[in-house]
């Protein structure tokens, strides 16, 4: 039909007005109609801009399958890694309706490309050329992003109900995550043997990620199954792909940053002084391995953490904080006792100034000389402050260590 084929592209070149993400999406419509009279009545009524069309995409996905794509959708948005596509239909397993949510074997979709008809043109599928050839699932083009983050919806239910928010969203995920782990009974390998689940990957790494972003809410009903969680034979399996699987769920939630979680624990008894022969304390553990969380740093100091113990390479956390250059910590730690001068058990010839002065942070060196840390301490082989400010190159530190008087000639 050479001429509904003129009409098509006449139609599409006149509104598009060099938008071609928006003509794409006006010929997947189109490419729905099964008669030239439904053509014309589409072709008479195409929306005017990209979020117009999106919106007209989302009312015309059916009723039945509007909640299982909104939690689709989320996922693809908001994970932290890309998704596989049978990873992304196995998360239609998890019954997020029941309270509380859980694994359900019977709402496994035979064809994992069924996803792809449920969400329309909104995502698409590529395939890897470095994991193995497995097809990922993403959004069809930025833009379906930028709408579904927006408020640019229509005031009607129907459209508004697709708005997403970050902390919905991920409290959502961390609840899947765990609830699809514990499914898993005793003895059951999570990874390494036999058929690994396509969704394993995502759940066992970053369930702690979207809690961590979930907790900006407070508590939620996330940490009944959290609590849940670290009681089960799914975390004692799940321990085993962590690097350091003998930690008590304690030590877990504070390096994971969980300050809600933590409190949670420290209310049903945990110790907050209890150590791991190697790994010290929750506060040590936390600050050798985990970024910055100034919270967690204050509430295991209520609760009377020893500041002073040092995690598995020898450093406090006051040798951590002065790594990363977080200052907040730092200064937290000083108000609370730490040894300021105290060296790096494994490496005695180093402390904090001398960290700070090598990773370069002049706001930490001057908070450690300005409440006492000794400016003349040798280093052993690296010399004292300002000899290790000097080969890094840190003029700035030099320039302040001299004006702080130190020891030129040590």
Same mark, same amino acid.
């Given at each position: 039909?050479?001429?509904?084929?003129?009409?098509?592209?006449s139609?599409?070149?006149?509104?598009?007005?060099?938008?071609?993400?928006?003509?794409?999406?006006?010929?997947?419509s189109?490419?729905?109609?099964?008669?030239?009279?439904?053509?014309?009545?589409?072709?008479?009524?195409?929306p005017?801009?990209?979020?117009?069309?999106?919106?007209?995409?989302?009312?015309?996905?059916?009723?039945?399958?509007?909640?299982?794509?909104?939690?689709?959708?989320?996922?693809?948005?908001? =994970?932290?890694?890309?998704?596989?596509?049978?990873?992304?239909?196995?998360?239609?397993?998890?019954?997020?309706?029941a309270?509380?949510?859980?694994?359900? !074997?019977?709402?496994?979709?035979?064809?994992?490309?069924?996803?792809l008809?449920?969400? !329309?043109?909104?995502?698409?599928t590529?395939? =890897?050329?470095?994991?193995?050839?497995?097809?990922?699932?993403?959004?069809?083009?930025?833009?379906?992003?930028?709408?579904?983050?927006?408020?640019?919806?229509?005031?009607?239910?129907?459209?508004?109900?697709?708005?997403?928010?970050?902390?919905? %969203?991920?409290?959502?995920?961390?609840?899947?995550?765990?609830?699809?782990?514990?499914?898993?009974?005793?003895?059951?390998?999570?990874?390494?043997?036999?058929?690994?689940?396509?969704?394993?990957?995502?759940?066992?790494?970053?369930?702690?990620?979207?809690?961590?972003?979930?907790?900006?809410?407070?508590?939620?009903?996330?940490?009944?199954?959290?609590?849940?969680?670290?009681? =089960? %034979?799914?975390?004692?399996?799940?321990?085993?792909?962590?690097?350091?699987?003998?930690?008590?769920?304690?030590?877990?939630?504070?390096?994971?940053?969980?300050?809600?979680?933590?409190?949670?624990?420290?209310?049903?008894?945990?110790?907050?002084?209890?150590?791991?022969?190697?790994?010290?304390?929750?506060?040590?553990?936390?600050?050798?391995?985990?970024?910055?969380?100034?919270?967690?740093?204050?509430?295991?100091?209520?609760?009377?953490i020893?500041?002073n113990?040092a995690?598995?390479?020898?450093?406090?956390?006051?040798?951590?904080?002065?790594?990363?250059?977080?200052l907040?910590?730092?200064?937290?730690?000083?108000?609370?006792? @730490?040894?300021?001068?105290?060296?790096?058990?494994?490496? @005695?010839?180093?402390?904090?100034?001398?960290?700070?002065?090598?990773?370069?942070?002049?706001?930490? @060196?001057?908070?450690?000389?300005?409440?006492? %840390?000794?400016?003349?301490?040798?280093?052993?082989?690296?010399?004292?402050?300002?000899?290790?400010?000097?080969?890094?190159?840190?003029?700035?530190?030099?320039?302040?260590?001299?004006?702080?008087?130190?020891?030129?000639?040590?």
């Amino acid at each position: 039909m050479p001429d509904v084929q003129q009409d098509i592209v006449s139609t599409l070149v006149a509104k598009a007005d060099g938008m071609f993400r928006w003509a794409v999406c006006q010929l997947d419509s189109l490419s729905g109609c099964r008669n030239k009279v439904a053509l014309q009545k589409a072709l008479s009524s195409l929306p005017k801009a990209l979020d117009e069309t999106y919106s007209q995409i989302l009312d015309n996905i059916n009723e039945e399958d509007i909640e299982e794509a909104l939690r689709m959708l989320e996922w693809v948005v908001y =994970s932290t890694e890309p998704l596989r596509l049978e990873g992304l239909a196995e998360v239609l397993t998890i019954d997020m309706e029941a309270n509380p949510p859980h694994f359900d !074997s019977d709402r496994h979709l035979p064809n994992p490309r069924d996803i792809l008809d449920i969400c !329309s043109t909104l995502i698409t599928t590529v395939i =890897s050329d470095l994991h193995e050839g497995f097809e990922y699932v993403r959004l069809a083009h930025f833009s379906v992003q930028e709408y579904l983050v927006s408020e640019r919806f229509p005031h009607k239910r129907m459209c508004t109900r697709w708005s997403m928010q970050a902390v919905p %969203a991920n409290i959502s995920m961390a609840e899947a995550c765990l609830a699809y782990l514990l499914q898993f009974e005793p003895g059951t390998s999570l990874v390494g043997e036999g058929k690994t689940s396509p969704l394993i990957h995502q759940v066992i790494l970053r369930w702690r990620e979207y809690a961590r972003i979930a907790e900006l809410n407070g508590p939620t009903k996330l940490h009944r199954l959290i609590m849940e969680f670290f009681s =089960s %034979a799914a975390y004692t399996m799940w321990k085993k792909s962590q690097l350091y699987e003998y930690l008590p769920p304690f030590h877990y939630a504070a390096y994971f940053r969980l300050t809600e979680t933590a409190k949670l624990l420290l209310k049903m008894g945990v110790d907050v002084h209890a150590r791991s022969e190697d790994m010290g304390n929750a506060l040590s553990f936390a600050s050798e391995y985990g970024l910055e969380n100034i919270e967690i740093t204050r509430l295991l100091i209520d609760y009377g953490i020893d500041v002073n113990v040092a995690g598995p390479s020898g450093r406090t956390p006051l040798h951590a904080a002065c790594r990363r250059g977080e200052l907040g910590t730092v200064l937290l730690l000083i108000a609370n006792g @730490v040894g300021i001068n105290a060296p790096v058990r494994r490496f @005695v010839d180093r402390n904090a100034l001398l960290i700070a002065c090598f990773w370069g942070h002049l706001d930490i @060196v001057q908070a450690l000389l300005e409440n006492g %840390a000794n400016i003349n301490a040798q280093g052993g082989c690296h010399g004292n402050a300002l000899i290790v400010a000097s080969l890094r190159g840190y003029f700035g530190i030099v320039r302040l260590l001299i004006e702080k008087e130190v020891d030129i000639n040590t």
